[in-house]
Each structure stands twice: as structure tokens, then as C-alpha cells.
């Protein structure tokens, strides 16, 4: 299928991805685009009695949205789409200053399974959350975002390595250290150009939740722009198409049979293990008191559960053309060929053939195609919040995404109709069948 169609979905995405450089960032550009449909944000200390129509609760990083149709019974079950915020990259430590040989550096740490020889060499911007001290004491925060190329992290010129070509020469603590301005070591040089961009005083930043960025902006590949090339697709991907879906159910002429529900968590790619992770009773707490909070009683609570229904939808691998072997012979999904079913006997991916049953007739009913996905079982394969979304609320879940190329790097590469495809079939799975 030509990608043409789904042009104006690629383009969305593509604006959505240069505007969330950061967990942070990505949850408040959904937080926009729900608010903009009408929905309402709440808190944990504000009353929900009563609430219908779209709400969300945004934390941190993570970000949990639902959709009560009008009139709709407190034990009506849920539609979830599972999706993550945080993407492999390079963290900035607290105390980051450090120079060595005369070169002014700074700090980091590895989050995630980085690749680390796709951060060599790229122009990289800083974002993130600043923590600041209030007016009257009490804690704030502020979000920063500078898309300039402050930092980079230099490549061993080959005639000091011959051996590069060999295999990854980087010592991951001693040579990570990005450059960023020549000169001594400055003590807060950092802390003043990050809170010079976020118009605040240096003197109020008490903490901060910083990351590299590469600052080169999205955009398409190809002929005739076939592929969608940029940083962070592995997730954004997913949480785009998963808060459009939601929008269009929402505001869809027809009530969805169900409660659609968009649930983004921060910290999958280090294992979810955080308050706002998938491993933590986030949604669990969130959709339990949206339940209590129409009337409904614990009964109801186990009934909306009981005929609950969760999509986990993350990225997949398309079969490398150069590494066809790495792949299962008999599963190679391929770009623009709709979204893959991602199967694993051994639960690393929550599929079975039920859920794998659910999001092909979803997918048949948007009318997009879809593929199936084993990883090789020479090695082990990598796992999503699937299995953790399933274990934790006893809820079926499929896991599925969008096929791609060199996931985790700096920059990835998908089909530019998947994220159209994927976004159709979300729509399907969160109103009807």
C-alpha cells in the first residue's frame, strides 16, 4: 500500500516528535491535544465524583486517559492501549561539570539499551524537568527544551584506532563525556544556560530530570518519502497514535461501546519499576477510582475489569537486510505492512491466540493490514509492558507495534503508513467488537 494516504498522519506524528524530546515533554503535548477535545485533566486531590466524558491524570513522566460515554453503566469494561513515554538516551548527572585536557564536558549516564556508536558524532540538545524552589517554599517544576547543538560526543579519529571497524572502541564510563564549549572547567555553567532557557534563576533549580536529544528534526526517506526516519519512534510511535485513537473515539459521532483508555508509562526501558511505570499500581488505582467515583461499587470495579481488554503497543523489528538471519525464517514483518502481532511462548510479549484473534479483526475492521512476529529463538528477545500490564490487573493483553529499523539508535527508521495503520486499528480495537 502506498504511504501517501497516511502522509497527514506521518506529518502529525513527525510535529509531535519535535515537540517531545522527553518524557515530560511528551506527556504534556498529549496533555494539549486532549485538552484541546474537551478533555479534563484531574488530580489525586481533587474530587472525582460524578466525572464522565474525557478525563486524564498526568504524573511525571506518565500519563493514564479515559473516555466515559454518556450514560454509560459503572461496570462497563475498558479498551486499554498500553504505550511508553521514555526512550533509550544519555543522562545528564547531577553534578555534571568536568573537563578533561582542557576541554569543558559534561556528566552522563546510559539509560537504556543505547547503542552507543548511533550517539558518536550527532549535534545533541538538552531536555527535561527542572525541580525548583517555590516562592513560599514549596517545591515547582518547569519544563526546559533547548534544540540548539550545545553537545557531542566525538568520535577516535580512525588513525588512533584501527581497530574501530571492529567493533564498538568506547569504554562506557571513561569517553562518554559529550563535549560542549572549550575552555576550563566552569562549575554551573550548565545549571545557568539551562535556566537561562527556562527563564528562571539559576538560584531556584534544585534538581533537575535532564537528557540528551539529537537535535536533528524528524523527516522522511526515501523516493517517494516510503520511510519515516527520527530519534524516539520507539515509543512516540505508539502514544501518538494511541492519544489520536482516543481524540477521535471521544469525539466520534457514535459512543464507543467501551471505556477507551490511554495508558502511558515512563521508565519501560529500564524495566517500569518506578511510580510511574507499568510495574506500579498507576492504572490500576486511576481506573478503580474513575469506577467508584460514577457510583459504582467494588462489584461493578471486578466487572469492568473482568471484560477489560489491553493492547500493548510498542515497537517491533522489520527483517534486516543485512542481518536476515537474526530473524525468524518464517516471521520477517517488513515496513509498510501494517502493524506486527508479536508473539512469544515464553511471555515476553502477553499475546495469545485469543488477543492475538482481537487485534486481527480489529485491524479488519479498519480495513489495514497486519503481520505476524516470533522473535528467533536462537536468542532471548526483548519485552514490553505487556506482560506486565497483564500480570498485574489479570487483564488479556496482545502485544503489538509498528515495524522498524535500528531501534534504540539515535535514529530509527519505520514505514511512513504504519503509524497511520496502527493508529486506525487502535481507533477499531477502543470503540466496537
Not at 19 to 48: C, I, M
Not at 147 to 168: F, K, M, S, W, Y
Not at 280 to 293: D, G, H, Y
Request: charged share 20%.
Amino acid at each position: 500500500m502506498t504511504p501517501l494516504p497516511h502522509l497527514s498522519h506521518a506529518d502529525d506524528l513527525l510535529s509531535f516528535i519535535s515537540a517531545s524530546p522527553s518524557p515530560y515533554h511528551v506527556v504534556a503535548s498529549v496533555a494539549q491535544r486532549l485538552e484541546k477535545a474537551g478533555f479534563r485533566e484531574l488530580r489525586g486531590t481533587d474530587d472525582w465524583t460524578g466525572t464522565t466524558g474525557g478525563s486524564f491524570v498526568a504524573l511525571g513522566g506518565a500519563l493514564i486517559a479515559w473516555y466515559v460515554p454518556e450514560g454509560a453503566p459503572a461496570h462497563t469494561p475498558f479498551r486499554i492501549v498500553g504505550t511508553h513515554t521514555d526512550s533509550p538516551n544519555l543522562r545528564v548527572k547531577p553534578s555534571p561539570d568536568t573537563s578533561t585536557a582542557g576541554w569543558r564536558q559534561i556528566g552522563v549516564e546510559i539509560y537504556g539499551g543505547v547503542p552507543l556508536n548511533t550517539w558518536l558524532d550527532r549535534d545533541l540538545g538538552i531536555s527535561g524537568r527542572l525541580a525548583l524552589r517555590g516562592p513560599d517554599g514549596a517545591a515547582d517544576s518547569r519544563l526546559v527544551q533547548i534544540d540548539e547543538p550545545l553537545l557531542r560526543v566525538p568520535q577516535l579519529a580512525i588513525h588512533l584506532d584501527r581497530t574501530v571497524n571492529e567493533g564498538l572502541a568506547l569504554d562506557r564510563q571513561r569517553h562518554l563525556a559529550p563535549v560542549w564549549a572549550l575552555g576550563e572547567r566552569a562549575e554551573g555553567a550548565l545549571l545557568r544556560r539551562v535556566a537561562a532557557a527556562a527563564e528562571i534563576e539559576p538560584e531556584r533549580v534544585i534538581g533537575w530530570d535532564l537528557m540528551l536529544h539529537d537535535v536533528q528534526p524528524p523527516g522522511y526517506l526515501g523516493a517517494d518519502r516510503e520511510f519515516v526516519v527520527s530519534s524516539r519512534l520507539d515509543n512516540l510511535v505508539s502514544v501518538h497514535a494511541g492519544a489520536t485513537a482516543l481524540v477521535a473515539a471521544a469525539t466520534a459521532a457514535d459512543e464507543p461501546a467501551y471505556v477507551p483508555v490511554l495508558a502511558a508509562f515512563d521508565h519501560e526501558e529500564v524495566g517500569s519499576g518506578s511510580e510511574t511505570g507499568a510495574q506500579s499500581p498507576l492504572l490500576e488505582r486511576v481506573l478503580n477510582r474513575s469506577v467508584l467515583a460514577r457510583g459504582g461499587s467494588a462489584e461493578d470495579w471486578s466487572r469492568a475489569l473482568s471484560g477489560a481488554f489491553c493492547v500493548s503497543a510498542d515497537m517491533a523489528h522489520a527483517v534486516h537486510p543485512n542481518y536476515a538471519e537474526r530473524h525468524d525464517p518464517d516471521h520477517r514483518p517488513l515496513p509498510n505492512g501494517g502493524p506486527a502481532v508479536k508473539v512469544n511462548v515464553n511471555q515476553r510479549y502477553a499475546t495469545d491466540s485469543t488477543g492475538f484473534a482481537v487485534f486481527a479483526s480489529a485491524c479488519e475492521r479498519a480495513g489495514v493490514p497486519w503481520q505476524p512476529f516470533v522473535s528467533n529463538n536462537a536468542m532471548p528477545c526483548g519485552t514490553s509492558i505487556g506482560p506486565l500490564t497483564a500480570a498485574r490487573l489479570g487483564v488479556a493483553t496482545v502485544d503489538v507495534g509498528v515495524p522498524g529499523l535500528s531501534m534504540h539508535s539515535a535514529r530509527e527508521l519505520c514505514g511512513t503508513a504504519d503509524p497511520g495503520h496502527l493508529c486506525a486499528a487502535l481507533g477499531a480495537f477502543m470503540t466496537s467488537g
